[in-house]
């Protein structure tokens, strides 16, 4: 059973360009959670969705930024128009609602963004 | 909302030294809590939970307990190792359907043997 595949694990752009990161949840998980980790920082949570639909965005960034996970194929986060301040490590969960049991969440290996 | 303090590091021990790694939670109701570990370049690995108050989470030698009255989930092992070496998070979940994680700052970890 093949954990939480995120790909590329290293990407560079240049200011301007556009970043996809990809994300495939474990088998059976319909839940996914997006997190940035900027250096020495914690990871903060960014959006979290099910199949077709975005669930929870207050952790995007208003502009630029936006992610999607249609009913076929990985999630995807894909930020406009990069920026330096864009750099960091973005990380993917993915989950399977087990309500009342209290949820645990599977990390991907994470995407590292450089903006040169 | 929910925040989580975490113990301000880094934290160097010795091989066979006790362990303690502090973490205090504020949270609306009865939230799940977490303890997970990154080793250098990878993503995190999820160590111990717990999801109800006074439940121990265990895991290769760590432990914590969920403490509601003093909202805490403080990280303990009795006797790191060199491999031990990483950086630990604490976290927490509510149980109220949206399932997203909020995360300390982190704590890193360094034994020296």
């Known amino acids: 059973n093949a954990g939480v595949m995120q790909n590329p694990r290293h990407l560079v752009r240049r200011r301007g360009q556009e970043a996809r990161l990809r994300c495939s949840p474990m088998?059976?998980?319909?839940?996914v959670y997006w997190y940035r980790q900027l250096p020495e920082e914690g990871l903060k949570f960014m959006v979290y969705l099910q199949k077709e639909n975005i669930i929870d965005e207050s952790g995007m960034p208003k502009e630029r930024f936006s992610a999607e996970f249609p009913k076929e194929g990985p999630s995807i986060l894909r930020i406009q128009q990069v920026v330096r301040g864009d750099s960091a490590a973005y990380f993917c969960?993915?989950?399977?609602?087990?309500?009342?049991?209290?949820?645990?969440?599977?990390f991907g290996q994470g995407t590292r963004l450089t903006v040169v | 909302g929910n925040s989580v303090t975490q113990m301000e590091g880094p934290v160097t021990l010795s091989e066979e030294a006790f362990l303690t790694i502090n973490c205090t939670y504020t949270?609306?109701?009865?939230?799940?809590l977490f303890w997970y570990v990154q080793y250098p370049g990878e993503g995190l690995q999820l160590l111990l939970k717990?999801?109800?108050?006074?439940d121990k989470g265990s895991n290769k030698g760590f432990e914590a307990t969920y403490r509601k009255e003093t909202t805490s989930f403080h990280l303990e092992k009795g006797s790191v190792q060199v491999s031990d070496s990483a950086v630990y998070f604490c976290?927490?979940?509510?149980?109220?359907?949206?399932?997203?994680?909020?995360f300390g700052t982190g704590t890193r970890l360094t034994i020296i043997p």
């Open positions: 976290a927490l979940s509510s149980n109220f359907g949206n399932e997203k994680l909020t």
């Open positions: 088998k059976g998980h319909s839940h």
């Open positions: 949270a609306t109701g009865y939230p799940s």
């Open positions: 717990a999801t109800k108050a006074d």
């Open positions: 969960a993915s989950s399977l609602s087990t309500a009342g049991q209290g949820p645990v969440a599977f």
